[in-house]
C-alpha cells in the first residue's frame, strides 16, 4: 500500500519515538504553515510519560531520523517541536505514486459503509425555495464525497406529498371542475390514465386555495377534509395524488438535472403511507406511545416540561382527528429504509430550523429499537439571507422559485463574461454553455464553501467573480491547465516523468497528496466546505508553480517541459475531481 508523504514522515517519526520505548502514536505528524512542510509536537505530548525534557526527547528522535533518506531537514523548534522537509526523493516517489493512481491518491475509508441521504425534501405542488437549494446542493456533494471514499450511498429525494398541501389542491380542483371522476365518492376505480391537471395548473391552484383557506375558515376545512379522506384511502382521491405526484417528479427531476443533482430513490410521505397501520400497531404493542388528549404520541424526553416549555417535546404519531403528521411519515420511512436497505447511516440534509422535528424522530426510532441514536444524523444548514440579513426572498418578498435563482445566476454569468471579454470570439451555443456552467460553479462554490451551519449573505456579484474564492476563479483555473495541454500538443511536448525540483513544484506535489486528507475529513465532518478548501488552495498552489516555473518556453530543458507538463495534468485531473465531487462541471475552454 502506498502512503502519504506526511504518513511516511509519521512512521519514521513514530519508529524514533519506539526506539525510545514510547508509543509510535507520538510520532504523528501534521502539516504545518510556518517554516517547514510538516512538524511534529509529539515530543512536548510525551514528556510527561518519558520523564524527560521535551527537548531532550526531540534531540534523540532528530537523531536517530539522522541519514534518513526520506527526509532533508529535521530540526527543533521553540520548547520541542520538530519541524521536517521531506527529501526531494520521497515527494519524486511520491508524485510517480499519485500519477499512476487513477484515484489519484484518494483511498476508501476504514470501513465502508451502507448510508442513505436523505436530501432535496421539495414538496409537491408548493416551489421550490432557496432552502431546498441548499439541501440538493450539499447533499449531492456530500453523496458525491462519500461515493468517492468507497461507501455504498443511497440518495434520496423524500418529496413532501402528504400534508395539507394535497388537501388544498383536491378540494380547489374540485372547485373548478367538480365533474371529474374523482369526486364521485361512488366511482372506485377506472379513472382516466391522463393527469388532469399540469404543473402550471398546481402551481395556481395549491396558492389559490392557500390564500382563500387564510382568510375564510370553511374553505380551510374544505382543504382539510380532503386531507383527511385522502389519507382514509378516498380512492378517487388516490388517483388524483398518483397523478399529481407523477407530474411533479417530472417537474423535479427536470429542475434537480439542471442542477446536475440525481436522485436514486424518488420516495416521499405518501409512498410510505401503507407502512403506518402496522407500525403505530407495533409500536402500541411496545407500549412506547401514550395518549394524550385524544392524540396518539410517544414521549422522547423523560425531563421534557410543558409549561416551562423545556426539553423536547413528544412525537405526535396521530392527532386527535385521526390525520398523520410529519413525524409520522418520517418514522414510517425510517422503517422502510431499516426493512428495504437496513443502512449503516441515515443522513439528514435539512435546514437548521427542523433539529428538533429530527430529535424527535430519531428518539422515537431508537425507542422502537430499529436504530442506535448514533446510525442517524440531522445534517443542518443555515439560511440564506439577502443583504439586509432577512431569508432571501423575491423583491416583492415571496419566495424565489429555484428556477429563477438558476436564471438569474446564468445571466449573471453571461454578463460577466462579456464585461471581462471572456470567450467572446466563441460561437453563441458555446457561449451559453459557457454562462450556465459558471452560473451554476458561482451558485454552487458560493454555497458549499461555507461552514454547512452558518448563514451567508446571498451576494451574485461576489459569486460571479473571477477573483477570490469563488466558483468561477477555479473553473478559470482549470480551463487554464487545459488551455497549456492544448499548446503543449500542438508544441510536440509530451508529458514524461515528474521531477519535483523548484519549491513550488514541490509544493504543489504536497496539495495533490493532501487530497485524501481533505476528502476524509470533509467525510468524518460531514462538512463540504472542507473539499472546497483544498481545491482552492490547490488552485492557488498551481498558479503559483506556473509564475514560477515556466513550462513551454524554449530555455527549458525538455525533460524538465516534460515534468512540468505531466504535473500540471496531474493538477488538472485532481481539480476536476474535487470540482465533480461538489457538483461543479468544468468547460474545454473559455
Ligand atoms: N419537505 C420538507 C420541507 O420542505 C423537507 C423534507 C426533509 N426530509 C425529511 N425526511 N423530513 O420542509
Partial sequence: MSLSVLQTLSAHLGAAFAAMDLPGEYGRVTESDKSAPFQCNGALAAAKLAKKSPRDIADFVVEQLSGNPDIAVAEIAGPGFINLTPSDALVKRR???????????????????????????????KPMHVGHLRSAVIGESLKRILRARGHKVIGDVHLGDWGLQMGHLISELQEEQPDLPYFEAAIIDGFPKDSPVTMDDMARLYPQASAKSKSDPGRLKKSQLATAELQAGRPGYRALLDHFIRISIEYLKQGY???????????????????????????????????????????????????????????MLRARTGAVLYHTTDLATLLDRKTEIDPDYVLYVVDQRQATHFEQVFRAAVKAGWYKREQLEHLGFGTVNGKDGKPFTTRAGGVLKLSDLTKMMREAAAKRLEKSGIGQD???????????????????????????TTNYIFDIDRFVSFEGKTGPYLLYAAVRIKSL????????????DILPLEKAEQNLVLMLDSFNRALAAAEAKRMPHILCDHVYTLAQAFSKFYADCPVLANEVPDEIKSSRLALAALTLKQLEAGLTLLGIETPERM
Fill in 257 to 315: 438535472g439542471d442542477l446536475g443533482v440525481e436522485f436514486d430513490l424518488w420516495k416521499g410521505e405518501a409512498s410510505v403511507d401503507p407502512l403506518i397501520p402496522g407500525m403505530i400497531d407495533a409500536m402500541k404493542a411496545q407500549g412506547i406511545t401514550e395518549e394524550s388528549d385524544g392524540a396518539l404520541i410517544i414521549p422522547v424526553d423523560e425531563n421534557y416540561d410543558e409549561e416551562k416549555r423545556k426539553g423536547i417535546p413528544p412525537v
Fill in 426 to 452: 466563441f460561437g453563441a451555443a458555446e457561449q451559453t454553455d459557457i454562462a450556465n456552467k459558471i452560473g451554476m460553479a458561482a451558485l454552487k462554490f458560493a454555497d458549499l464553501q461555507n461552514q454547512r
Fill in 95 to 125: 508524485v510517480k505514486e499519485l500519477a499512476a493512481d487513477g484515484r489519484i491518491g484518494v483511498r476508501d475509508a476504514e470501513k465502508c459503509a451502507t448510508i442513505v441521504v436523505d436530501y432535496g425534501g421539495a414538496n409537491v405542488a
Fill in 485 to 496: 495541454l492544448r499548446k503543449a500538443k500542438d508544441k510536440g511536448v509530451e508529458p514524461g
